[in-house]
């Protein structure tokens, strides 16, 4: 989700007082405040798959995922609203947001792909409890997840590829995460399933 920049700094209390009242999500980065634009069908249609699968796979579990809706605390201190994530450790510092993920999630676009590989990937990789960080692109079939224990280093996964999310035992196709996603690499895929 593409956000706009206001042009004043505020603090960390006024933010948080002020995203309690306001109809539109907020980000808060270095003092300043980005209005979060709205999602396309692709972008909600990743984001809730990905949301439902980590629910229902954790349904019995202490890990609870979380949509876009909350807010993330960085260890930066800035206030980030991931698409997805999944917090097993108690974290009760403030009901409005988490500060404790295992797996955080960002589908992007072409106009925040610069944010999401890195402003937030340095932000996200310096958060202590995070072990893995997904990138999932919704313009192309391309899946990113960058690993703790794999030192940070990025893997790819296409259609045909299983992805295993260490941090909470659950294994999850390409396929499966870009059900129903109308892009050109999806259209030729299911074409080629089907003898088009």
């Not at 249609?45 to 954790?58: A, W």
């Not at 893995?132 to 280093?153: A, C, G, L, M």
């Amino acid at each position: 989700m593409l956000a706009t920049k206001s042009n004043y700094l505020i603090s960390v209390e006024e933010y948080l007082k002020f995203e309690l009242a306001s109809e539109v999500k907020h980000e808060f980065i270095d003092g300043q405040v980005y209005a979060m634009a709205g999602a396309s069908e692709n972008h909600d249609r990743i984001s809730g798959t990905i949301y439902r699968k980590f629910g229902n796979h954790l349904e019995n579990s202490s890990c609870e995922p979380f949509t876009s809706d909350m807010k993330l605390k960085t260890s930066t201190g800035n206030f980030r609203y991931p698409d997805c994530m999944v917090i097993c450790d108690k974290d009760d510092e403030n009901k409005f947001y988490k500060t404790k993920p295992v797996i955080l999630v960002e589908v992007i676009s072409r106009s925040t792909r610069k944010i999401d590989k890195k402003d937030k990937l340095l932000e996200y990789i310096n958060i202590s409890s995070l072990q893995e960080y997904v990138i999932i692109e919704q313009d192309i079939v391309d899946i990113e997840v960058f690993r703790r224990s794999n030192h940070w280093r990025n893997n790819h996964y296409f259609l045909g590829d299983e992805i295993v999310f260490e941090s909470i035992g659950l294994t999850l196709s390409v396929e499966e995460i870009y059900h129903r996603v109308q892009n050109e690499d999806m259209t030729e895929f299911l074409n080629s399933k089907t003898g088009q």
